[in-house]
């Protein structure tokens, strides 16, 4: 098991100043901004077609992680640009300096996150299992033992970092957390998705694609 | 500044509070907090469309602006979204033939809780033009008994004139000549019927009237409320509830968007001088006031600079910082509260004031950015003054717990310093030397 395994889907755009590290599958359509942070530190991530991750994003698979081993790591690569990927496999040891903190494990659970999901800016995942149609808008923050069902909208800085279950369509905004729910979906964001992938690719270097067809989500 | 450790200002009634809800009235030289003043209605507008809207206007409206609407569930403002949907192609047996191109519908959205008039099954419009929220039907019933009542009332008040007149009998009547033959009696009546015609309201509605009689059975409640599992997010919460009173919400779809409140500017006086001390600008964007005389100007600020532990053995240094609002150098004096004011039955500490004076530095707004050392200048006591900066002062004084007493450590003084009342005078040939009145506030710091 390659643990630095990049799958990146045709279609995908996927700026190489993005940092993802670990065995990472990105869909087709997806589009991931510069300075994300994709760590699939604890077991791969998994990431479906037509999300939106913008950009200071961090979506991590924590694993066994503590919180101040992560917040000490996430700290260190805040500004520490990402290492060019050679395409072919890295030396474990070179990988294992740019990945300060290896997994023990062989293949650890995966974070499945599905599609044309809209991560606003300056969004913190760590929840396991997320649907598809769900908006998480600025800072909010989710929790590992969080589960995120189709069409929800966490609003703008609304951390929920208790063991829970976002059924479908469940709005969560509020200082206090409130929620409640709606009857349709939030709409896919198809224009501002064409728009960026016409864009991005005159403004910043991408990653290549690797995969033909769109993954099938893991575990 | 920490914001566990209070200053407050005692005003003029005896209500301490932080100065900055304070007032200062410069006619009768001294703080005014809310409860001393009185407010009057300067304008109403639209929290959302800052539109101005004059007072008849807003009466009639029932104080809502008609083209702004809030959201039911968090009462933030409601946008207009548009959507491409398809038109729909049905044929003569209401069957679904096929779809068409696209349209734009509108409906509306809350960007806090995404709360969207879809949720009530309203259906999308067209056009974003015309209102939003239908009239109640209520309204035409309730302006119809409006009306009635008021007909029967000015009836009641014709027949009593008329009693009154026939009391007092006419020269006329005596004379065989009857009121109604007239002229003038009878524009007289005709003028007071038109009155009570000035609302229309239908004499059906008005027959319809049935006398409602209390009763001890009530309609039991529906089967499925105890057998049913309920989600908590069918049902209303209780603060959208009482937001619509009169529609009695009860499930989540029956809540509707209303119209949003509107807002007034209002203008304050003090109540003793009837001086006004706050006037708002009447334009509703602009947050500038026409007079603002509040205590900030006026009266100098103590901060605390360091929170320290008070203990009840010895006296520890507390460091407070003094800010001067007046533009020229004003010295001020701490002294402690006289006996017998209310306030020193709430001390918990004993303080040991700076006997001498201190001059405060002036307030210049231009020096704001480079200050110079200006120590030399003041003949400043070391272990008193600290430090200067500008128009501020840090100095020390010394407080002890006061013993047998719990909790916060609660000190207080008398700030004794000259007020000069530097507005120009109306007649520029009579230089008055402005003259200075002696202000004493009195704070509680709660350390």
């Given at each position: 098991m390659n643990y630095d395994s990049l799958k990146i889907a045709r279609g995908a755009v996927v700026c190489a100043e993005a940092d993802l590290r670990g065995d990472v599958t990105v869909g087709t359509n997806t589009i991931i901004h510069p300075k994300v942070r994709i760590f699939a530190y604890g077991g791969p991530i998994v990431i479906g077609e037509g999300c939106l991750i913008e950009e200071q994003t961090v979506i991590i698979n924590r694993g066994d992680l503590s919180d101040e081993e992560l917040g000490k790591f996430l700290k260190e690569t805040e500004t520490r640009p990402p290492q060019a990927r050679s395409g072919k496999n890295a030396p474990l040891r070179a990988l294992q300096a740019q990945c300060s903190y290896v997994c023990g494990k062989a293949v650890g659970e995966a974070q499945n996150i599905g599609n044309y999901n809209f991560f606003e800016v300056g969004s913190h995942v760590q929840a396991m299992k997320i649907g598809s149609n769900n908006v998480f808008e600025s800072k909010c923050k989710l929790g590992r033992k969080l589960t995120v069902g189709d069409g929800c909208v966490v609003s703008v800085f609304c951390a929920l970092e208790k063991e829970d279950h976002l059924g479908d369509r469940t709005v969560v905004y509020g200082p206090n957390n409130q929620r409640r729910k709606q009857q349709d979906k939030p709409m896919p964001q198809t224009q501002q998705l064409e728009f960026l992938a016409k864009v991005l690719p005159n403004f910043h270097n991408l990653k290549k694609s690797n995969v033909a067809a769109s993954p099938e989500p893991k575990g | 500044m920490s914001s566990e450790c209070e200053v407050n200002y005692v005003c003029s009634c005896g209500k301490s509070m932080p100065l900055i809800y304070l007032f200062f009235c410069k006619y009768c030289v001294t703080l005014r907090c809310p409860r001393c003043l009185s407010h009057e209605v300067d304008s109403y507008y639209c929290p959302h469309c800052l539109e101005n809207i004059p007072s008849t206007d807003a009466k009639s409206t029932k104080n809502r602006c008609l083209s702004c609407l809030e959201c039911p569930n968090c009462t933030n403002f409601l946008q207009v979204r548009s959507a491409q949907v398809p038109t729909v192609r049905r044929d003569g047996g209401g069957k679904l033939k096929g779809f068409g191109s696209f349209k734009k519908v509108y409906y509306q959205q809350c960007s806090f809780c995404f709360w969207t008039t879809r949720d009530i099954n309203q259906p999308d419009r067209e056009s974003t033009s015309g209102p939003w929220v239908d009239t109640p039907p209520e309204d035409a019933w309730m302006s119809s008994v409006i009306n009635y009542w008021r007909h029967l009332m000015q009836k009641e008040k014709v027949e009593m004139e008329k009693r009154k007149r026939q009391r007092r009998g006419s020269l006329l009547g005596s004379l065989g000549i009857s009121d109604k033959l007239l002229p003038f009696s009878k524009l007289r009546g005709t003028f007071s019927m038109n009155l009570a015609g000035s609302g229309q309201f239908d004499e059906n509605i008005v027959k319809s009237f049935v006398k409602v009689e209390a009763s001890e059975e009530t309609e039991p409640a529906d089967e499925s409320l105890y057998t049913a599992p309920g989600e908590a997010y069918d049902y209303a919460t209780i603060p959208s509830r009482i937001n619509q009173p009169c529609d009695?919400?009860?499930?989540?779809?029956d809540l509707k968007a209303r119209c949003t409140h509107l807002m007034v500017k209002r203008s304050q006086r003090c109540r003793e001088c009837e001086h006004n001390l706050s006037k708002p600008e009447?334009?509703?964007?602009?947050?500038?006031?026409?007079i603002h005389q509040i205590a900030l100007r006026f009266v100098p600020r103590f901060h605390i600079v360091k929170k320290v532990e008070i203990t009840d053995d010895a006296f520890t240094k507390v460091q407070l910082s003094l800010t001067n609002p007046a533009e020229h150098n004003l010295p001020v004096q701490l002294v402690p509260i006289p006996e017998g004011h209310p306030v020193l039955k709430t001390l918990t500490g004993e303080v040991v004031l700076p006997g001498k004076e201190i001059v405060l530095a002036a307030r210049d707004d231009t020096t704001q950015f480079d200050p110079e050392n200006?120590?030399?200048?003041f003949d400043d006591d070391p272990e008193v003054v600290i430090s200067r900066r500008l128009n501020k002062v840090t100095f020390t004084v010394k407080v002890k717990k006061m013993e047998g007493s719990e909790g916060p450590v609660r000190i207080g003084f008398v700030l004794r310093y000259k007020y000069k009342n530097l507005t120009p005078s109306?007649?520029?040939?009579?230089?008055?030397?402005a003259e200075e009145v002696l202000v004493e506030p009195v704070l509680t710091i709660v350390l």
């Open positions: - | 009695s919400v009860y499930k989540s779809t009447f334009n509703p964007a602009s947050i500038k006031f026409k200006q120590s030399s200048e109306i007649r520029p040939e009579e230089p008055k030397e």
